[in-house]
């Protein structure tokens, strides 16, 4: 994951254990209380004579009805859904993504998508 200051942190967990990830849509809906967690994940290569590793995952997505309005609790403002924490590296910044609230769920993922896919095909997006 990334840490509050942009660095990267690795995580385990117990085998005991499961991980849990707070989205975007929590962030908002918190008024910044809470902070999506951005995340990467990169594969393990094992060196000479170490054992293989194997990586499975079992990803199970809640998050609001596609008409549900997104909005921080009312008497926050909104750019207290940006506080506490500094903008990731890894993605397009929320604040680029939502741009006013309330908005309905399905309208903040159509705007997500458009930014993140200007974001990884910047050469595509350049050529158009």
């Known amino acids: ?3 509050r200051d942009g660095e990267q942190v690795p995580v385990s967990a117990p085998k005991d254990c499961l991980g849990f990830q707070i989205g975007e849509a929590a962030q908002i809906l918190s008024g910044g ?3 999506a967690t951005p995340h990467m994940v990169r594969g393990h290569i094992s ?7 194997c990586r ?4 199970c997505f809640i998050q609001p009805q596609w008409d549900s309005t997104l909005a921080p609790p009312s008497g926050v403002d909104y750019d207290d859904i940006f506080k506490g924490r500094q903008e990731s590296k890894l ?3 929320l604040r680029s993504r939502l741009k006013k609230v309330p ?3 399905g309208d903040y993922m159509a705007e997500s998508i458009s930014v993140y896919y200007s ?8 050529e158009s």
């Open 47 to 53: 060196q000479p004579g170490e054992p293989k590793i």
């Open 91 to 93: 993605i397009p910044p």
């Open 56 to 59: 499975e995952t079992f990803a």
């Open 33 to 35: 209380v809470v902070h």
């Open 119 to 126: 974001h990884n095909n910047a050469d595509e997006v350049a």
């Open 1 to 3: 994951v990334e840490g």
């Open 103 to 105: 908005i309905s769920f």
